[in-house]
């Protein structure tokens, strides 16, 4: 490895990063373990919510402990499986900065968890971040993305830029990163996430990603998601909402095309999913510039320009089906903080 340490006083840094939302979709790796996409992906990365995280290696620790918390609820210690991919993560950096030191991670999430918005991407980028920072490492952005992705979410890996992003897959480590396409200010769009549910996903996109090798049309949606990017891409530098659209639609529909014929067959839509979808076409009909995409979940992120969030939001925030929403523009990319949680 090329970071030299330099190492601080008090090994203790703090990040800030934001989730992402898909347009294309990765669904499938070519190797697990390096967390390298069958395809490449775009995203844009939203503004507005974040997680903020401290991490702390110190002689004071003899274990390393991990606590969560979100909006409605301070940090709390974690366990399991959630708290080994945090203290994977951190043996990894220890290995890094030639360390044994045990660590403190506090991360404070300013959204609910579980509300449909991908709490892990931010999670991810934020904690590789205040681990860089903690170890005064001195790495560039690309080798953060890369540093991120080893993580194990791979959407996590373009939450480092801003704006709107592009995770190039690579054949090996090295050569899988993501890099900005176009700032955040470029274009005002704004995702609104519609939370139909809260309840924890019965398949994790872990296991979809698995599963999706055993879905025939796999093969199918990673050679449209080479043109989709093409094609997204395009729409991107002409600013062209329609094109956009129908594409970002498209590749929603692709990821659950392939989740629902996977072995096992996963389905995260509920009534709720496909009632908004039908919504969704027929406020297009009504002229309505909306198009809507989901990740790994039933809750819908309805794309559209910032001038008509609002008129999207009064259609839907009073139905049945949607708990809660959020209206999140486009935002900035991971970004270090001396505010430190603990
Ligand atoms: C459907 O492996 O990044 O959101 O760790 O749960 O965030 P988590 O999943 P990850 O897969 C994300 C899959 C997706 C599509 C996408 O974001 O490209």
Not at 6 to 32: D, E, L, M, R, V
């Amino acid at each position: 490895m090329s970071e030299k340490s330099q190492k601080k006083p008090s090994y203790k840094g703090s990040a800030i990063s934001p989730p992402n939302i898909a347009f294309s979709k990765y669904w499938g790796k070519t190797n697990h373990e390096l967390v390298l996409p069958a395809n490449d992906s775009i995203s844009m990365t939203l503004g507005s919510i974040y997680s903020h995280t401290t991490v702390e290696f110190s002689p004071q620790y003899d274990q390393d402990l991990v606590e969560i918390g979100d909006q409605n609820h301070s940090p709390q210690p974690v366990a399991g499986s959630k708290k080994t991919r945090v203290t994977t993560h951190l043996a990894r950096f220890r290995k890094l900065a030639s360390i044994e030191l045990k660590a403190k991670v506090v991360s404070q999430n300013n959204f609910p968890l579980g509300a449909g918005i991908a709490s892990s991407a931010s999670a991810f980028s934020a904690l590789t971040a205040a681990c860089i920072a903690a170890l005064g490492l001195q790495v560039s952005k690309k080798r953060q993305s890369i540093l991120t992705r080893l993580a194990g979410s791979g959407s996590a890996t373009r939450s480092v830029f801003g704006g709107f992003v592009r995770w190039q897959k690579g054949r090996e480590s090295n050569q899988s990163y993501a890099y900005q396409l176009f700032p955040a200010d470029y274009w005002a769009l704004a995702d609104v996430v519609l939370v139909i549910s809260n309840q924890e996903k019965k398949f994790s996109s872990l296991q979809g990603h698995s599963a999706s090798a055993q879905s025939s049309l796999t093969n199918a949606r990673v050679r449209q998601t080479k043109l989709d990017n093409q094609g997204l891409e395009q729409a991107l530098a002409q600013k062209n909402f329609a094109a956009l659209g129908k594409i970002i639609e498209k590749q929603m529909y692709l990821l659950h095309a392939v989740a629902m014929t996977s072995n096992p067959a996963i389905l995260y839509w509920q009534p709720g999913t496909v009632w908004v979808l039908q919504q969704v076409q027929r406020l297009r009909q009504q002229g309505v510039q909306v198009y809507a995409t989901l990740d790994a979940g039933p809750n819908p992120h309805l794309i559209v320009e910032q001038v008509n969030a609002h008129r999207v939001i009064e259609y839907f925030k009073n139905s049945q089906y949607v708990q809660d929403y959020f209206c999140c523009p486009v935002g900035r990319g991971t970004r270090f903080t001396s505010k430190h949680l603990f």
